[in-house]
């Protein structure tokens, strides 16, 4: 079921992006939304957008993929601990992490000490059919992803539920999205 998109007009949207003082972190599941849905509401209240997963591979001049394959899981959560500890320190605007990155304790620390925490959260069925579109993320090469996608879910509800704010995510336009979480962020403030 698609969820109305929140009737915000041009100054709600003004008014609450005056009253945000911290990065915005989106975090949850692979297939969410944090990437896409991230630089919507980047666009929407004028701020800078950056995507953890793209700065690694940039820092490492690999993809995701190729660094999971070439030097293992524990090497890219390395990396992914040190990207998020600098950016959250130097960036303002909106932060599209990793899926597991709230996972890791310190990671989480640092967002919930420094930014505004959004868990974006979706049913299983949309992820595996969103994650399917593109085979560039190794967790899910591992087995049937449909089960890999519930472990994961039960495994890290607990993490991502230390969010400040939980926002549900549909089929419907990435936009109203990225209106919810302003909602979210505005109601949480
Ligand atoms: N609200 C939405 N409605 C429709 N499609 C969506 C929505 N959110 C995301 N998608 C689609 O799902 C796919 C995955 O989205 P995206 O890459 O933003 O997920 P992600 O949370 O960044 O995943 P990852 O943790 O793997 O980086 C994309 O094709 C995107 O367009
Ligand atoms: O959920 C995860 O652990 C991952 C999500 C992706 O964003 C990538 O960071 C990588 O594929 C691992
Ligand atoms: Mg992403």
Not at 92 to 118: H, M, N, Y
Not at 162 to 187: W, Y
């Amino acid at each position: 079921m698609t969820q109305t998109a929140p009737s915000l007009t041009q100054q709600d949207i003004a008014r609450i992006a005056r009253r945000i003082d911290r990065p915005i972190v989106l975090v949850g599941l692979m297939g969410v939304g944090k990437s896409t849905v991230g630089r919507r509401l980047a666009n929407l209240i004028g701020v800078d957008f950056v995507d953890v997963d793209d700065e690694i591979e940039r820092a490492a001049d690999r993809s995701v993929a190729e660094i999971f394959e070439e030097f293992g899981e524990p090497y890219f959560r390395n990396g992914e601990r040190r990207v998020m500890g600098r950016l959250i320190g130097e960036k303002q605007g909106v932060i599209a992490t990793g899926g597991g990155a709230f996972v890791d304790p310190e990671t989480r620390g640092l967002i919930r000490e420094k930014a505004i925490s959004v868990w974006l959260d979706c049913d299983i069925e949309t992820l595996v059919e969103r994650t399917a579109r593109r085979d560039s993320r190794p967790l899910l090469r591992q087995g049937d992803p449909h089960a890999i996608l519930l472990d994961l879910k039960e495994r890290r509800s607990g993490s991502y539920s230390q969010a400040d704010c939980h926002v549900v995510t549909d089929d419907g336009p990435h936009n109203a999205t990225a209106l919810r979480i302003l909602e979210a962020i505005d109601s949480w403030l």
